[in-house]
Nanobody
């Protein structure tokens, strides 16, 4: 059974930082690209960042480029999202997801989400 345990969300003031973690199990983690997505109330889900399985190539949405960093530790089956210089518009539920193609438009496996709230 595929499972994700997401953690690290919470309430932070604008300008602050948070690090999200996503621990995965139930599939061969090394073979999968991992993405972080977010969904704010009343808005569509959007991709934030993703990282490949092979050489840890990364991709970021323009809205977070230079502020967020995605990384993975294959020994721990865990992916991280370091978020800095947070803005109120970063407030959303953040989800990690896995797919064999890290640039997939339809990820296969999804976590349950963790809330990030940035106050102004």
């Amino acid at each position: 059974e595929v499972q994700f345990v997401e953690s690290g969300g919470g309430l932070v003031q604008a300008g602050g930082s948070l690090r999200l973690s996503c621990a995965a199990s139930g599939f061969i983690f090394d073979d999968y690209g991992i993405g972080w997505f977010r969904q704010a109330p009343g808005k569509e889900r959007e991709g934030v960042a993703c990282i490949s399985s092979s050489d840890s190539t990364t991709y970021y949405a323009d809205s977070v480029k230079g502020r967020f960093t995605i990384s993975r530790d294959n020994a721990k089956n865990t992916v991280y999202l370091q978020m800095s210089s947070l803005k109120p518009e970063d407030t959303a539920v953040y989800y990690c997801a896995a797919d064999r193609s890290y640039r997939s438009t339809s990820y296969a496996y999804w976590g349950q989400g963790t809330q990030v709230t940035v106050s102004s």
